[in-house]
């Protein structure tokens, strides 16, 4: 199993356990990481709440440092996901569009790059 983003394509390593899976991507070596690991938690139903359904998304890269007291150092996205048991499709798009849409704004730029939370 694969998947591609941005021309690039990550592989199956290895499935972690029913719910998490690693991939790898092509800059991937035994020094360097360059992988994605995928998981989900399944909803737990109680007397009265139909549950939550949890996915999360991990990159981690390693990265060349500039000006840092190492060469090297992993860079971490992560992207964690929470849908009620019963959210609409298109309440579950909207959301997930307005997540990507911030990333490219300034906002989304300025809390990935300045560290800022109040634009």
Not at 22 to 39: C, E
Request: hydrophobic letters at 40%.
């Amino acid at each position: 199993m694969a998947f591609t983003v941005n021309t690039k394509t990550y592989n199956l390593d290895t499935s972690l356990s029913a719910n998490a899976a690693q991939y790898i991507g092509p800059a991937n070596t035994f020094a360097v990481k360059d992988t994605a690991v995928l998981k989900r938690t399944p909803p737990k139903a109680t007397a009265t709440f139909s549950g939550v359904a949890r996915s999360s998304l991990k990159f981690t890269k390693t990265v060349t440092l500039t000006g840092a007291l190492t060469t090297t150092g992993d860079a971490i996205v992560e992207v964690s996901m929470s849908l009620p048991v019963g959210c609409s499709e298109a309440d579950a798009d909207s959301i997930c569009q307005d997540v990507g849409d911030l990333l490219i704004t300034s906002t989304g730029n300025d809390l990935y790059w300045n560290h800022k939370i109040n634009p």
